[in-house]
């Protein structure tokens, strides 16, 4: 099993509701039509992290993989280019 961990950063523009209404709702949709996809987890931001300023990332994407070959195979794909 392999494990990848992704961090999100809004788009220039996007407001903190806009970016997590988006990743919430059609993010996991596109994720999760990739074949080999065992296991997709996603940790936003809490609200505490913006009262600084801009944090680091808006959140943090786990997913898991059957193998290496298998998330090797979707690199340069429309699928996950779309991601």
């Known amino acids: 099993m392999i ?3 992704t961090w999100f950063s809004r788009k ?5 509701a806009e970016f997590r209404q988006h ?3 059609e ?4 994720a999760l039509a990739l074949p080999g996809l065992e296991a997709y987890n996603q940790n936003p931001t809490t609200d505490a992290g913006y009262t600084k300023g801009q944090p680091f990332c808006d ?14 195979a979707h690199r340069g794909t429309p699928e ?3 991601l």
């Open 59 to 72: 959140g943090v994407a786990e997913s898991w993989w059957i193998d290496l070959t298998t998330l090797r």
């Open 12 to 16: 220039p523009g996007l407001s903190v």
């Open 23 to 25: 990743w919430r709702q």
């Open 3 to 5: 494990k990848v961990i």
């Open 27 to 30: 993010h996991p949709k596109a």
């Open 80 to 82: 996950l280019e779309a």
